[in-house]
T-cell receptor
Framework: DAKTTQPPSMDCAEGRAANLPCNHS???????VYWYRQIHSQGPQYIIH???NNETNEMASLIITEDRKSSTLILPHATLRDTAVYYC???????????FGPGTRLSVLP | DTEVTQTPKHLVMGMTNKKSLKCEQH?????MYWYKQKAKKPPELMFV???????INESVPSRFSPECPNSSLLNLHLHALQPEDSALYLC????????????FGQGTRLTVV
């Protein structure tokens, strides 16, 4: 499975955009990038996923570099409720498992 | 509806007890997962069922016994657990397809005394 690397922690001011990076330099051409977040003591929440193109939904945007070796999750206007651990996951093709790395602890500050 | 329901929310059991955790989804997903999460650690995969058949067992001790009686239901039977098995147990489901997202339940907080 492709390994992901994320910074252990980040801070963001409330109302500003939060940009969370993920490095996945060993990703294969048909592996998807997924982002989940986990707010304290709750189950992980699906945010967004993509293969090659940039993706946007009501929660966030996912920017994948052209060589696919890294990606950035963008929360456009962070709120205090976005404080959570954010996990970047690379899922193998037809893989049956979502393997979590250590993630990034995002703190949104007032 | 993207809900995965886990019961109970909290469970305290003795080391000689037998208990079961339950997970249910009605999204028509044919892959279901059990994860274990210790405090301040990421979730660790335990088991995966695909089309009601066990497809992945991540070398989990036999005191944890999964069961998938139908496509909507996943159980985790617990017997002779140790205090170090205390953790948050998470269930998830997805379609067993490339590019499908998984949805997680809120977990069962298990304490073994």
């Amino acid at each position: 499975d492709a390994k992901t690397t994320q910074p252990p922690s980040m801070d963001c001011a409330e109302g500003r955009a939060a940009n969370l990076p993920c490095n996945h330099s060993t990703i294969s051409g048909n592996e998807y990038v997924y982002w989940y977040r986990q707010i304290h003591s709750q189950g992980p929440q699906y945010i967004i996923h993509g293969l090659k193109n940039n993706e946007t939904n009501e929660m966030a945007s996912l920017i994948i570099t052209e060589d696919r070796k890294s990606s950035t999750l963008i929360l456009p206007h962070a709120t205090l409720r976005d404080t959570a651990v954010y996990y970047c996951i690379v899922r193998p093709p037809y893989g049956q498992n979502f393997v979590f790395g250590p993630g990034t602890r995002l703190s949104v500050l007032p | 509806d993207t809900e995965v329901t886990q019961t109970p929310k909290h469970l305290v059991m003795g080391m000689t007890n037998k208990k079961s955790l339950k997970c249910e989804q009605h999204m028509g997903h044919r892959a279901m997962y059990w994860y274990k999460q210790k405090a301040k650690k990421p979730p660790e995969l335990m088991f995966v069922y695909s089309y009601e058949k066990l497809s992945i067992n991540e070398s989990v001790p036999s005191r944890f016994s999964p069961e998938c009686p139908n496509s909507s239901l996943l159980n985790l039977h617990l017997h002779a657990l140790q205090p170090e098995d205390s953790a948050l147990y998470l269930c998830a489901s997805s379609q067993p397809l490339q590019g499908a997202e998984a949805f997680f339940g809120q977990g069962t907080r298990l304490t073994v005394v």
